[in-house]
């Protein structure tokens, strides 16, 4: 698919959402399972697009002074993929798949409106009644806090140590662009892409079926590294869900020890098995 296509699909994705009221990642799926033409790139560049325009609705809609999945998808490409709505005319051309050509007034608003302009909460991308809080946790720098949240995620990993070191894992991912991070002790961190480009398939690794590391959130792995977990003790795991803390406290104990692992939802648990296989 051309770069019309992709942002075609990504004002679907977009409309069902706002229509149906559903998660995103359900709307994402089924369009893919209806445009089975679209391949793997083709899905993750309109994922990007979707996820780039909820992240950042708030001031995409103030600079495009419309709230319109196509508007959306617009300022996704034009505030942060780089283009111009003079590159982007250009491209789409002569694709009969693209979305319509950009509105003069939209054209006209994405030229003259700054965010500068916005309310506090519009220029950090959060609700408004989330704004009073942020000042309460984080004083002076809670407007450089929302921002980040806006941002797109990095991809966290923790070095499962009864089989690797954080090291060897960073050395096995290096193609990946793997780096320590900054606060977790196992913790390995691969940046976020940007555009139309896609985090590695990490999964596929021969590393990640060895049991070398695990996908969990740098947060996760802090949280249970703050449990002080050590050899021969008895944890319990009260909300485990699909039992990535469970895993982080176990090599921590070395093996020696229980975790009792526990969730109200067992669909929630159901993974934790094959992890605690491939874990050792």
Same mark, same amino acid.
């Not at 994922?47 to 780039?52: C, E, F, L, R």
């Not at 491209?91 to 798949?97: K, V």
């Not at 009864?162 to 002790?185: F, H, M, N, Q, Y």
């Given at each position: ?59 995409? +809609?103030?600079?495009? @002074? =419309?709230?319109? /999945?196509? $508007?959306? *998808?617009? !300022? ?59 000042? +309460?946790?984080?004083? @002076? =720098?809670?407007? /450089?806090? $929302?921002? *980040?949240? !806006? ?130």
């Amino acid at each position: 698919m051309r770069l019309g296509g992709r942002v075609a699909g990504a004002i679907d994705v977009l409309a069902d959402i706002e229509a149906r009221r559903r998660p995103v990642a359900d709307a994402l799926k089924d369009w893919g399972l209806a445009h089975r033409f679209a391949g793997s790139g083709d899905r993750a560049a309109i994922g990007n697009i979707v996820y780039d325009a909820l992240r950042m609705r708030l001031s995409h +809609a103030f600079i495009m @002074d =419309d709230d319109s /999945a196509v $508007a959306l *998808a617009y !300022a996704v490409l034009l505030r942060q993929w780089g283009y111009s709505p003079e590159t982007l005319a250009a491209d789409f051309a002569d694709d009969r798949f693209a979305p319509p050509v950009l509105t003069e007034a939209h054209i006209a608003a994405f030229s003259s409106r700054k965010l500068e302009d916005a309310p506090l909460h519009i220029q950090g991308d959060i609700p408004d009644w989330v704004q009073p809080s942020f000042e +309460a946790n984080f004083g @002076d =720098d809670w407007l /450089a806090e $929302a921002k *980040a949240l !806006a941002t797109r995620p990095t991809l966290d990993l923790r070095a499962n140590t009864l089989k690797a070191s954080r090291d060897k894992v960073v050395k096995a991912l290096d193609r990946a662009g793997a780096k320590p991070a900054r606060i977790a002790r196992n913790g390995i961190r691969i940046a976020a892409g940007e555009g139309a480009s896609r985090l590695p398939n990490i999964t596929a690794e021969l590393s990640f079926q060895k049991g070398w590391f695990e996908v969990q959130d740098e947060g996760s792995q802090i949280v249970a590294e703050l449990v002080q977990p050590a050899e021969n003790h008895q944890v319990l795991d009260y909300c485990a869900g699909g039992g990535g803390k469970t895993l982080a406290m176990s090599a921590a104990m070395n093996n020696k020890g229980q975790v009792h692992a526990y969730d109200t939802d067992r669909k929630r648990l159901a993974p934790i098995i094959e992890r605690l296989r491939r874990a050792g």
